[in-house]
């Protein structure tokens, strides 16, 4: 995908919501998807759709929802009988436009979706930046999970970290992709992190289950 309008696309419907920013190992078998993959590689863009009908593998092609992430290849695995291991990393919002085949697999036309903050909006990120990182590594404190790495500090990274790992469901997730701004995600991502917490250090200390994992 690029500016000059050539905005045709793979499409990779999965039962999981990818957020620009956030990285995602996959793996792939069936057949459809092999030759995808080889489309892919050849320069064809691919891009991950949550499911909003059907099921992720065999049988019919999943019905995507709306809107959805354009995605980099960091890594790809070939294994001797042709499936593969994925390490991706998700880019950009896109949505959905039309429909242009789905022999083997789904290909549409697609269009980029930008923040629409105002400037007014993107001056609040960086403090609910550090109020979400503040929340987030008070959740995982709480769960005495360790983490190998530093929490992010950069305004999408931590919001959409936080986000992508809440445990909310699968239509929950996608309803936060689609948010127009930025700001409102991490908003809501904030309100979402302070309730865990707050339910977290009401409960008693036998129903938390340490080491919980994020996911």
Same mark, same amino acid.
């Given at each position: ?10 499409? +990779? ?8 920013? #956030?990285?995602?190992?996959? !793996?792939? +078998? ?14 064809? =863009?691919?891009?991950? +759709? ?28 070939? #294994?001797?009988?042709?499936? #593969? ?6 880019? !950009? ?10 022999? =083997? ?18 001056? *609040? ?33 931590? %919001? !959409?970290?936080?986000?992508? /790992?809440? $445990?909310?469901?699968? =239509?929950? *997730?996608?309803? +936060? ?8 995600? #991490?908003?809501? %991502?904030? /309100?979402?992190?302070?309730?865990? /917490? ?6 008693? $200390? ?8 994020? /996911?």
């Amino acid at each position: 995908m690029d500016s000059s309008g050539n905005n045709v696309a793979a499409v +990779f419907p999965l039962g999981t919501v990818l957020f620009p920013g #956030m990285p995602l190992p996959l !793996h792939i +078998f069936e057949p459809r998807y092999r030759q995808m993959m080889e489309d892919v590689l050849a320069g064809l =863009p691919l891009t991950i +759709f949550s499911i909003q009908e059907g099921q992720e593998a065999l049988g019919e092609l999943a019905k995507p929802a709306s809107a959805g992430t354009l995605i980099r290849l960091d890594s790809v695995e070939r #294994m001797a009988d042709g499936r #593969m291991n994925l390490l991706v990393t998700g880019t !950009h919002r896109v949505k959905w436009k039309e429909q242009i085949s789905d022999e =083997p697999y789904i290909k549409a036309a697609l269009e980029f979706w930008p923040d629409e903050d105002s400037e007014d909006e993107k001056a *609040r990120q960086k403090e609910l930046a550090a109020l979400i990182h503040r929340e987030l590594s008070d959740y995982l404190s709480l769960l005495k999970i360790k983490t190998k790495v530093e929490l992010p500090t950069e305004p999408e990274m931590i %919001a !959409h970290l936080s986000i992508q /790992n809440s $445990g909310l469901p699968l =239509p929950q *997730r996608q309803q +936060f992709l689609e948010i127009p701004t930025l700001t409102e995600r #991490m908003e809501r %991502a904030l /309100n979402v992190l302070r309730r865990k /917490n707050l339910l977290i250090r009401s409960s008693p $200390g036998p129903n938390i289950q340490q080491g919980e994992s994020l /996911n």
